[in-house]
């Protein structure tokens, strides 16, 4: 027979809380979540803005979703998109109740940190040949040497037409790499701070060593491997003039762990959240408000550019879509409400100085929710209110979905920023929401599969939940 519980015990239960992994509280969470995951790994090879676009589409047609058709009233139910560049997307579900009501927002992005071509890159060197390259976003320089690339992108040629690039990612595919110097010889670097250890200028991708034989010319290697680029592309090097190219980790998603609980992969920040709030917008069938469903480009450098968060295109679409309801884009946004999806920093016991426990985000505790994110005195951040911490913790707790609160470190050790100050410009409540990662940014990035299924309940209680705000 159970003892019976002390006072204290009860007591405990009544008002402390007592932060779980998901196993202790759901098994079946669990097995829910590894397929779930299956289609999320998928997700994961699409690894820049434009595969995702690429792909999404398509499948968006499949869902039953139809281009945006300006000045078209749609009916409750009825789902359409905006595709922005090619690199941006906006996906819609109209609910029940009138636009007027105020809308259901989910904004993630699908840009991820990684290694960007110069415009003029290729070059020959002691009879090698490199691309140079400018890092995109906040990257650790060194983890990205001595690790398999691959190149992705677009070529615009001369003639107005285009050549897409994705090279180092099937099977027989070659890949490619920044080099890195031997321990033997590295006693100076060595003894560099980690930010110089690899230097910006050092990020040269090695693309080939043979040369093109004939003795009248020089730089024999660079010419050859031009040749083999007109062979399979038909461009000439001026082509890269007008080109977006990247190399990023050429890594396969894959189970990590003997419990395969996690996944490692390269660009989970933002990939996680896109991906659940994805699959939570096409499962909205006829949702109680209309839900609207972004994927943002520019994330990793501030989000400035026409595909990012800080281009009037979102707000420009509401107008036009809104509009149409005879209603102005500002009326409604002011009765809406916004989950800014994008990950956090789990705790890492390797670096358990940085992170304030009480306050820190868990792997395998559920989305984590973070009233503010930015540094130091709270700056450049959405500092979410009561009132909005109240209506989504309301959401998550009703839909009995674990979730938990997070900081981004301690106070005054760094910090970071998303795309939640953006959004609040628009005098819209928003808070952030999102999965903890270990090693973020880094090429071999790591979540939970738990939190990452978990996510895509809380973005889908959130779009279907009749919850009214105060
Ligand atoms: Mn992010
Ligand atoms: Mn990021």
Redesign the pocket.
Known sequence: MAEEKSEGQRLEERLLMRPKNIGEIDETLLDEAKVFCEGYKKFLSYKTEREVVENVVPLLKKKGYGEFQLGRMYAAGEKFYMNNRDKALVMVTLGRRPVADGLRIGVS?ID??RLDLKPNPLFEETDMAYLKTHYY??IKKYQWAAIPLSLHGVISLADGKSVKVRLGEDEWDPVFCVTDLLPHLAMNQMKKPASDAIEGEQLNILVGCWPFKDDAVSGKVKLNIMNLLFEKYKITEKDFLSAELCAVPAFKPVDVGLDRSMIGAYGQ??SACAFASLMAETDCEEPEFTTVTVFADK??TGSDGNTGMRSFFFRDFLEDFVSAYGLQARHVLKRSFCLSC??NAAIDPAFGDVFEKSNCSFLNRGPVVSKYTGSRGKYSTNDASAETMGFIRKVLDDAGIPWQVGELGKVDIGG?GTIASDISLHNLDTVDIGVPVLS??SPFEVTSKTDVYLLYKAVHAFYCCLKERN
């Open positions: 992005h991820s940190p976003g906040g920040d933002d994330e990793e994008d990950v970071g973020m940014h």
